[in-house]
């Protein structure tokens, strides 16, 4: 088997690819078999959300996402334009609707 090389990146081999992937792969179920934790966030029932994209599937999956478990808050809003952000802001804290999502962008703070 011919292996080709780029100057920029170096050649690995399917063998060298294997052996690092099985070796990570035995690392990790010793850890889980000795019950190592890998969890190094500090303890929260929040989980905060960014949504990247404030057209209508964003925000709707923002929406879907805020009501699938109790904790959840979005916190961050960014798309390339401007009124999209402040217009999933104002859909995202508009309770006229009996709507029961938490979007802590409502106190007017929205990067830009």
Known sequence: MKTT?????PAV????????????????AAEAAVGVDRV???????????L?????????????CVLSSPGVEIVALGDVF??????????LLDDTQDKEWSCCCQHGQTNR
């Open 5 to 9: 090389t780029t100057s920029q990146t």
């Open 52 to 64: 990247v994209g404030c057209g209508a599937r964003g925000v709707g999956a923002a929406m879907n």
């Open 82 to 91: 401007a009124d999209r952000v402040e217009e999933a802001r104002k859909r």
């Open 13 to 28: 081999s399917r063998r060298h690819f294997l052996k690092t992937a099985t070796a990570t792969g035995a690392t990790v």
């Open 40 to 50: 190094f966030a500090a303890e929260s029932d929040v989980i905060r959300v960014g």
